[in-house]
């Protein structure tokens, strides 16, 4: 039924009642912008113009690479998870998913914070 919709058939002149053949207008402007490629430069300027969003991932490991640590209110402000979200989230992604080794530590301050420690690679 797509077809029967496309393809229309028109009079070329009246007093012969010959006929012919043609695409529908937008079928015919869309066959054109294929081959023109314009269709697929929009596409590419798009994604040039839009970087992608940082994850909260991606939030959480620049927050734990700090030299100070973070603790976990900071954290759960940048993501705004709940406390044991975000501890599951280090034990679990952080830690054993990824490979990262996090120290905990308690500040002068009383307060727990929490950083990743630098591996040193031989080489």
Do not use: N
């Not at 690479?65 to 940048?78: C, F």
Request: hydrophobic letters at 30%; glycine letters at 8%; charged letters at 30%.
């Amino acid at each position: 039924m797509a077809i029967l919709t496309d393809i229309t058939t028109t009079a070329a002149d009246p007093q012969t009642g010959e006929t012919t053949s043609k695409l529908d207008q937008s079928t015919r402007t869309q066959k054109l912008r294929q081959k023109s490629g314009t269709a697929s430069m929009t596409d590419k300027k798009a994604k040039d113009e839009a970087p992608a969003a940082a994850t909260k991932t991606d939030i959480v490991l620049k927050k734990l690479k700090s030299a100070k640590g973070v603790t976990i209110q900071t954290l759960m402000d940048a993501t705004g998870w709940q406390a044991h979200s975000v501890r599951g989230f280090l034990s679990g992604t952080v830690k054993k998913k990824l490979g990262h080794e996090v120290l905990s530590e308690t500040g002068k301050d009383g307060q727990r914070r929490y950083r990743l420690v630098e591996t040193k690679t031989a080489g």
